[in-house]
């Protein structure tokens, strides 16, 4: 079985632009979570949508945002990048209900100069 | 407040058993744990979970104390491509609330 896959794997903004960033769950995956990971905060936790509704919400701005479609893949996008956008973004599955481990894909390395 | 404590660094010879400990003195009763791995610049991996009974599967074994205050990963057979960062979790396995933060973790570092 396919694991989880993000486009791109890497990508360079320039301040005040916008991104859309892609995941593809594994497939019977409908619980998809993004993170966002920096050196210094660690693994942050963005929001996770499950059957097209986002579930769960971190502490970013609004700026985040994201969305989920029928075949449970999703996007996140981020307007107005700042410097400190710059991070490994994360996207994990997993299937719905308890106990159930989250699977991660490569990671989007975005860069903002 | 860290749920967790987890040395910050640990070395393997390879081919030998590496034992990840994992102190989670103030788990509660329905709380997993939860073990995780991160190679430099990759996704994390998930490795293995339980609550309170010992878990085994291909990657790695759990051993969990009776009073679950503490935990150990055990690689039976480190390689040098286990060669990462192991993080401890705890978290409750239920509801819609699933999100995961890291700690520190423990740099495991096997060498040849």
């Known amino acids: 079985k396919a694991g989880v896959t993000q486009t791109p794997r890497y990508l360079i903004k320039t301040r005040g632009q916008q991104v859309t960033l892609s995941c593809s769950p594994i497939?019977?995956?409908?619980?998809v979570s993004w993170y966002q990971q920096t050196p210094g905060q660690g693994l942050q936790f963005l929001f996770e949508?499950?059957?097209?509704?986002?579930?769960n919400k971190g502490n970013f701005p609004g700026r985040f945002s994201g969305r989920q479609f029928s075949n449970s893949r999703s996007e996140m996008n981020v307007s107005t990048l700042e410097l400190g956008d710059s991070a490994l973004y994360l996207c994990?599955?997993?299937?719905?209900?308890?106990?159930?481990?989250?699977?991660f894909g490569p990671g989007t390395r975005l860069t903002v100069t | 407040d860290a749920k967790t404590t987890q040395p910050p660094s640990m070395d393997c010879a390879e081919g030998r058993a590496a034992n990840l400990p994992c102190n989670h003195s103030?788990?509660?009763?329905?709380?997993?744990v939860y073990w995780y791995r991160q190679i430099h610049s990759q996704g994390p991996q998930y490795i293995i979970h339980g609550l309170k009974n010992n878990e085994t599967n291909e990657m790695a074994s759990l051993i969990i104390t009776e009073d679950r205050k503490s935990s150990t990963l055990i690689l039976p057979h480190a390689t040098l491509r286990d060669t990462a960062v192991y993080y401890c979790?705890?978290?409750?396995?239920?509801?819609?609330?699933?999100?995961?933060?890291f700690g520190k973790g423990t740099l495991l570092t096997v060498n040849p």
């Open positions: 103030t788990i509660s009763g329905n709380e997993y």
């Open positions: 979790i705890v978290m409750a396995s239920g509801g819609s609330n699933y999100k995961l933060t």
């Open positions: 949508y499950f059957s097209e509704t986002q579930r």
């Open positions: 994990a599955s997993r299937l719905a209900g308890p106990g159930y481990e989250q699977y």
């Open positions: 497939s019977g995956h409908r619980s």
